[in-house]
């Protein structure tokens, strides 16, 4: 039986998307993707049998694509490490509503715009979400703790919390009332 990928990856905070962007620049990254909107919905069964479990499913749209991914239980650890399986689909409303008949219903939403970077053995995102600016960086746990440092940050900036989690901590400070993350419309 082949091993499951496992995803390992951290969150870093910035003042700002420029800020964040500067920085990874200076550190050396190469451009990898362009800035593009990503939506995603957190899936689950009216019980909450995933959350319960610790897992996640997400169907992200983006670009008038979609993936689909399944993310296991959160390993103990410095960094967030779990289980990742995900694969492209094909039309992103077609798939929700097939997963809304097999018992699945969207429980949180979210968008940031995305911005991808290499460094090192590392993908690093500038994600630009509704809440503030984060650099995302994922890869090998050496890669990540290398790419921290040349970004000037170590162990003790990691942010392992999702971005459902983020949200609810800044919802509760700034008394937010959305139950979703996303961008207002103007």
């Not at 019980?47 to 390993?75: C, H, M, Y």
């Not at 509503?97 to 995102?125: H, S």
């Amino acid at each position: 039986m082949p091993v499951p990928p496992i995803e390992r990856e951290i969150k870093l905070v910035y003042d700002s998307v420029d800020a964040a962007r500067a920085a990874v620049m200076a550190a050396g990254a190469t451009p990898l993707r362009d800035r593009r909107l990503q939506e995603d919905c957190l899936l689950d069964t009216p019980d909450g049998g995933l959350r319960n479990r610790g897992t996640a499913l997400r169907l992200r749209l983006e670009g008038g694509k979609s993936r689909v991914t399944f993310k296991g239980p959160i390993q103990p650890g410095v960094m967030k490490v779990r289980e990742e399986l995900e694969t492209i689909g094909g039309d992103g409303e077609v798939l929700l509503r097939i997963f809304e008949e097999l018992g699945f219903r969207p429980w949180f939403r979210y968008q940031k715009y995305r911005e991808e970077f290499t460094l090192l053995d590392v993908i690093v995102a500038v994600d630009e979400t509704p809440m503030g600016a984060y650099v995302e960086l994922e890869g090998s746990e050496v890669g990540i703790d290398a790419a921290a440092a040349r970004l000037g940050r170590a162990r003790a900036d990691y942010v392992l919390q999702s971005y459902h989690t983020l949200f609810d901590l800044w919802r509760q400070r700034t008394g937010g009332a959305a139950a979703d993350m996303l961008f207002s419309a103007e």
